[in-house]
Every structure is written in structure tokens, then in C-alpha cells.
């Protein structure tokens, strides 16, 4: 098998308006996201294993390599998936903090999973042994399909960060994925998988070895989608994505996982065939997906019962499922049509979807994780048990695992790959789509070296500082993403003695120069707290203002209530008026127990209440202070 050495990335497509930059240009250095990555590494990776193991899942691939399955197998029949994210999440891991006891554990791993291979290349615990279903013989809800796809996903980010690694999973992910070739390919069997996801891994094996075959093959699901293949089930094909094709479909629909995870194959697909039309569809999917199906968070998904998207402007706050996975599937489709077409808007929505989705998925120790996520809280939590995996959607307060643990080993590969989704390159210069403090080093395609250093400490500040290391042989662009919600932003280029500022709206800041080193670009950006206003046409908070800050949302949690508010819920009070001070005090106005008569409906009166403030904080940090009730969308009194 050729090894060739890449760019330490998730996704290289080969054409686009943008070249991504690895994990060895990209270094995480302080901060907010460096607090994270450090945990996930430290804390969360440790924690995962722990629990595969302790569940069977990964003991399954032994029980698989013994020949003594079915008896013994344990965890649902997609359970291989979450092996398969930990060896992800394993080798970025090691791409940025090599480690001898994980890349010991690395290796042990790969050894289990290799030896459960059978001899044509198949790999599953769940299929294909006597007393077990057949191959292939459940694609809607068997998921064997999917589990390759994060398979070949591992494969490929092993092969990226260790190229001359000899541990063999590269070649057991080619052979499994010479087997789907031939099974699904031109003239075979014309199925897809009910989930999802090898189509855009399957894509990205073809990137790193070279072979064409699994670029067809990702292709071919693509287009077989949406013409009624997979046997429909109580949600109806939509549900799957297979009741209309890709290019003719206008907006994400059906479960929010799986939509966003084809959306992301298809890119890929569009991108590695030149398919304009195909490119053109998910664009306009995404546009009316972002402006009437997305919560204020990022999340995506607002029906508990399929996972799915509601109807249009169908986001309610209370009832949000907002899957965490859902939120990572959205960050990949956006992150493929940033490379591929430059726009930031793209980069807005990955960064409101990591510091409000992804960031508030895990506890701050790592160990613990939101599977769902709702803006509104009515009842307290109930602590999960920390010995018993919870129940997907049930846990109200994060849960150490889960019966379908999908999320903790999901947000783990997305923050151990998170360097790489900082910056791009293109044949002008370099852009900044995240801001976190970093150094970046890499060079353009005419060959000039760039080398610099950003010092931020955002999202608590607005100040981001860009200074270059080397002095540079010609002009090139330093673009600077300006927020949708920055209005009002400054930009000034210090070299030498000299200053020029200027004041951009949302968008790109371009600096064009033949940059020195010790030159400086500060970006200001505006993070006081601002407030937002809904669509009139969500009713479900009609009537209601969010807080936000920079890219953070805030909440309201009752353990911030007023002291003698002790014991009350968040929805017993509301907004005094749409307010909010520098440091995140609202001013609140409190129902009084006693205003209740017995029926909750009738003419307009007036209601008894009294004056409270409380200080928000942000959505991402709620429930690590213990049980409480907590609303993001604050009704408003006036």
C-alpha cells in the first residue's frame, strides 16, 4: 500500500477555493481551546477507553478473532463505531502530543480489531456468523456501512500523522474497503447504508491512497440515495434521506446526523468530480437548513422521537434535541463548503456550533457529556449514575456513557483534529477563520514561508493580535474573519513606526503587504453582550430575547437567582426589559406563588411581582455547578 505523506487533516480535497492546514503548521498554544484539547487528551481519551472496555464493545472484536460469537457480544449493532472514533480521536491525538503509553495503547488496539478481520476483508461483530444476521442483509438500521466509514476515517487519520507506521490498520481499513468496492460497486449490489457516513470516508481514503475506486464508490452512494432503496420504517424514508436525491433536495431534512454527514460526502463528492449542480444543491441545503432549522446554538435537530429536523421555524427551546453529534456532522458539511468556496459565512456557523454545541457536550473534567442538548431546562437534573451507562436522551444532566455512546468519542476526534479547522491557505495568502491563541506555520503555494504567532484570549476578549515572525520575499493576504454579529470592528496594521486602522463590517478584513517581521495585525472584535431578537415566525419563543457575547450564547440558570429566590425555577421569572449590563446582569421581574387561579387562560391582567437581578453565563458552561433550571430564550416583561 503507498504511503503518502499529506497535510495532518481531516478533509484535503483535491480542488477548492481553499487549502486546509494540518496539524503540524497549526499549534494550539493557550486559551480556551487549548483548556479543552489539554482535557480531551488528558481526561477524556483514558475515560472512553475505560468504557469500551468495561462495556464489551471493544472485547467484542476478541470474541470476534476467538470465533466463539455471537455468545458474548455486547452493546447495539452499530458498538464497532465507537472503536473505531477512538482510534480516530487517538491518532490526532498523537499527531500533536506524541506519547509512548498511548501510542502503546494505539497499537494494542488496532492488534484487536485486526485479528476479528475475516479473510475477504469483512469487519463486524454484529453480522455474518452463524446464529447472526447475513451481510449486508439490514442496510437501513444495520449500520455496517457506517462503522466502515469511521474505520477508513481512523485509517486515514493514522496514515496522515504517522505515514511510516507499521501497525497495520491502514491495511486492514483498504481491505475492507476493496470488499464494499466490490460488493456495492458499478453493478453490484445497488444499496445504500441507512446511515450515512462512508461516503465522505470513503472519499477520504481515495485522498490519502491514491485510489480512485473509493472516490466511485462514495460517488455512487451519493446518487443511489433518495430513490426509495432502503425499506421505509414508522418515520418514513425522509427519515433516511432516501426519499429524494441529493441535487434535488433543497433543504437538511430527516434525521440530523445522518443528513449532515451525506451532506458532507456529497461535497466531497461534487468537489473530486467537478459537479457544479451537485455543489449548488448543498449550498442552497445549507443556506434555508442554517436560516429556518437551526437553533441559536448551532444545534440542529428538534424532534426527540427520530433525531430529526422539524418543519421550518419549528425550534423549540424546551423540546430541542440537538444532537451533539448532529452539531459535529453540521461543523464537517460547513467546514467542505468553506474549502470549497471561500465564503466565511461557513466558518460563522462552525464557531457558534464548537463554543455552543460542541464545547457543552463535556463536563469540564472531560468525563461526562451531554448527548442531547436543550436550551431550556425545567426541572432540575437528576445526577446520572456514574456505574450505568443512561438511556441517549434521558440523562438531564451529563452522563459519564451511554447505552448509544455515539457523543463522547465524536467530540473527541473533532477537538483532538481542532487545529486544523484554524486556518487555510489559498494561491493570495492566508486566512484565520477560529481564533485561539496559536503560532501557524506553513508556507504558500508560490513557496513563501509564513510564520506567526496569534495572541488571543478569546471569546473573553475581543482583541486578537497577529504577529509576524519572518519577513516576507513579496505581498501576500492576511484575511480576517469578521463575524456576522461584528459590527463595529477595528483592524490596525503596526510596522515600524507606522499605524493604519480601518473598520470593516462582517465578513473578511483583508491586509495585503509585503509583511517584516515584527509587524502586528490587531483585530478588535465587539464582545460586549448584545441581545437577540427572534424570527417572529419561531413561535415557539415569540415573545422572548437571547444574551449573547461575541460567539458564546448565554443562559439564565437558577442557581444565579436572586437568594431569596432559592428553590424557584427559571420560568418563574422574566425580564424586567431587554437589557443587559457589561458584566451580564439582567434586571428580573418574579411571579409571585400565590398569582395563580386555577386555570391558565383568559383576558390580559396584570401580575404581582417583584424585582430581582441575576448574572448570566455562558451556555457551554451550564449544569457544571450542580442540578438547576435554565433557559436560554428570556421572556420579557414589557
Known amino acids: 500500500m503507498p504511503r503518502r505523506t499529506q ?76 472503536i473505531y472514533k477512538f482510534l480516530e480521536a487517538a491518532a490526532w491525538s498523537l499527531g500533536t502530543s506524541p506519547s509512548a503509553a498511548l501510542e502503546a495503547t494505539f497499537g494494542s488496539v488496532v492488534a484487536r480489531v485486526a485479528a476479528a478481520q475475516e479473510a475477504d476483508g469483512y469487519l463486524n461483530t454484529y453480522f455474518g456468523r452463524p446464529g447472526q444476521p447475513p451481510r449486508w442483509s439490514e442496510l437501513g438500521f444495520g449500520h455496517e456501512l457506517y462503522c466502515l466509514g469511521h474505520l477508513f476515517q481512523a485509517a486515514v487519520a493514522r496514515a496522515r500523522t504517522r505515514p511510516d507506521e507499521t501497525d497495520g490498520l491502514l491495511s486492514v481499513a483498504t481491505r475492507a474497503a476493496d470488499l464494499v468496492c466490490a460488493v456495492f460497486g458499478d453493478g453490484g449490489n445497488d444499496g445504500v447504508c441507512g446511515h450515512a457516513e462512508v461516503e465522505t470516508a470513503l472519499a477520504e481514503l481515495a485522498r490519502v491512497t491514491g485510489d480512485d475506486r473509493y472516490a466511485r464508490q462514495a460517488e455512487l452512494f451519493v446518487e443511489r440515495r433518495g430513490h426509495g432503496r432502503l425499506t421505509p420504517n414508522e418515520f418514513g424514508a425522509a427519515y433516511f434521506q432516501d426519499d429524494l436525491p441529493v441535487r434535488a433536495t433543497t433543504t437538511l431534512h430527516g434525521h440530523a446526523v445522518r443528513a449532515n454527514y451525506l451532506a458532507a460526502g456529497a461535497v466531497d463528492v461534487a468537489v473530486e468530480t467537478g459537479d457544479a449542480a451537485l455543489l449548488d444543491s448543498l449550498v442552497t441545503q445549507w443556506r ?71 464545547a457543552t457536550s463535556p463536563s469540564a473534567e472531560g468525563t461526562a457529556f451531554y448527548y442531547s442538548n436543550t436550551l431550556h431546562q425545567r426541572e432540575e437534573g437528576r445526577p446520572a449514575d456514574p456505574d450505568v451507562p443512561s438511556a441517549r436522551a434521558s440523562a438531564s444532566l451529563r452522563a459519564p456513557w451511554f447505552e448509544v455512546s455515539c457523543c463522547p468519542p465524536n467530540v473527541a476526534r473533532t477537538l483532538a483534529s481542532l487545529p486544523a479547522y484554524l486556518a487555510t491557505v489559498s494561491e493570495s495568502g492566508l486566512q484565520l477563520h477560529q481564533y485561539a491563541a496559536s503560532t501557524i506555520r506553513t508556507a504558500l503555494p508560490s513557496g513563501e514561508a ?55 463590517g462582517p465578513g473578511v478584513a483583508a491586509v495585503t503587504r509585503r ?22 415566525r419561531i413561535d415557539a419563543v415569540r415573545g422572548c430575547v437571547a444574551i449573547e457575547r461575541g460567539p458564546e450564547v448565554l443562559c439564565l440558570e437558577s442557581v444565579d437567582l436572586p437568594a431569596g429566590l432559592a428553590g424557584r425555577s427559571v420560568d418563574d421569572v422574566r425580564l424586567a426589559s431587554a437589557a443587559v449590563t457589561p458584566d451580564l446582569t439582567v434586571a428580573l421581574r418574579v411571579h409571585d406563588d400565590d398569582d395563580d387561579d386555577g386555570w391558565p387562560y383568559g383576558p390580559e391582567r396584570p401580575r404581582a411581582s417583584t424585582a430581582g437581578t441575576a448574572r448570566l453565563v455562558p451556555y457551554h458552561s451550564w449544569a457544571n455547578r450542580g442540578p438547576s433550571t435554565m433557559r436560554i430564550w428570556l421572556p420579557v416583561a414589557e
Open 450 to 504: 509564513i510564520d506567526l504567532a496569534v495572541e488571543a484570549d478569546y471569546p473573553a476578549s475581543g482583541v486578537i493580535r497577529v504577529v509576524v515572525g519572518r519577513d516576507a520575499a513579496q505581498e501576500w493576504t492576511l484575511s480576517l474573519r469578521i463575524p456576522s454579529w461584528g459590527a463595529g470592528a477595528t483592524v490596525s496594521v503596526r510596522s515600524g513606526g507606522s499605524v493604519e486602522s480601518s473598520s470593516p
Open 288 to 358: 434555508t437548513a442554517v436560516a429556518r432549522r437551526t437553533y441559536i446554538t448551532g444545534g440542529q435537530g428538534a424532534h426527540h422521537q427520530d433525531e430529526a429536523f422539524g418543519l421550518d421555524w419549528e425550534l423549540p427551546p424546551d423540546r430541542a434535541y440537538s444532537e451533539t453529534c448532529a452539531g459535529i456532522g453540521s461543523i464537517q458539511f460547513s467546514w467542505r463548503l468553506l474549502l470549497a468556496t471561500g465564503e466565511p459565512q461557513y466558518a460563522d456557523l462552525i464557531e457558534r456550533t464548537l463554543f455552543n454545541v460542541v
Open 7 to 82: 497535510t495532518i487533516a481531516p478533509a484535503l480535497p483535491a480542488s477548492g477555493a481553499l487549502r486546509p492546514l494540518g496539524l503540524d503548521e497549526v499549534r494550539i498554544t493557550g486559551g480556551f481551546w487549548a483548556d479543552r484539547v489539554d482535557t480531551n487528551r488528558d481526561a477524556t481519551l483514558p475515560h472512553i477507553l475505560h468504557w469500551l472496555e468495561r462495556e464489551g464493545w471493544l472485547p467484542n472484536f476478541d470474541l470476534a478473532a476467538a470465533g466463539t460469537l455471537p455468545e458474548g457480544r455486547r452493546g447495539r449493532e452499530f458498538a464497532d463505531s465507537e
Open 515 to 536: 509583511f517584516l517581521a515584527g509587524d502586528v495585525v490587531e483585530l478588535t472584535l465587539p464582545v460586549a453582550p448584545r441581545v437577540t431578537h427572534p424570527d417572529p
